[in-house]
């Protein structure tokens, strides 16, 4: 049987994630729209960046509580690649390393495409320990 803190816990990962996916969606849109003219739109990805980045770690916060609730390590491992490149990313984007910014974007994008289903198609329970014979 699930708690309801459990059960409260795989919907608060599911609703950080479903964030994650819908900032992170605006990017490319944001980029796409600079580079073809529309320079103001330049702010508008910079200050997406720090939304996606903000929401990733606050979904490692998230994944941490899953982990030690549910005894779920996969959202953990997932979320901390995730983070990783984007943080990475963030930070290319900020030195104007295109070359890496854009295909990183864009494996980012995907990554957290494919974490965002996982988490909704996969049932989050609380794993039980089994008892070890004597």
Do not use: C, K, N
């Not at 950080?16 to 490319?28: E, F, K, N, Y």
């Amino acid at each position: 049987m699930l708690t309801v803190a459990a059960h409260r816990t795989g919907w608060t990962l599911r609703a950080v994630v479903s964030a994650h996916v819908v900032a992170i969606a605006g990017q490319p849109v944001f980029a796409g729209a600079y580079l073809t003219g529309d320079f103001d739109s330049l702010r508008s990805h910079a200050v997406g960046a720090d939304v996606v980045t903000s929401i990733g770690y606050l979904q490692v916060i998230v994944a941490i509580v899953v982990w030690l609730r549910l005894r779920q390590v996969w959202p953990f491992v997932a979320t901390m690649a995730v983070v990783a490149a984007e943080t990475v990313q963030y930070f290319a984007g900020l030195d104007g390393a295109l070359w890496l910014h854009i295909p990183l974007g864009v494996m980012t994008v995907v990554a957290v495409v494919v974490l965002f289903i996982a988490v909704w198609r996969q049932p989050l329970l609380r794993r039980v320990r089994e008892a070890r014979d004597a």
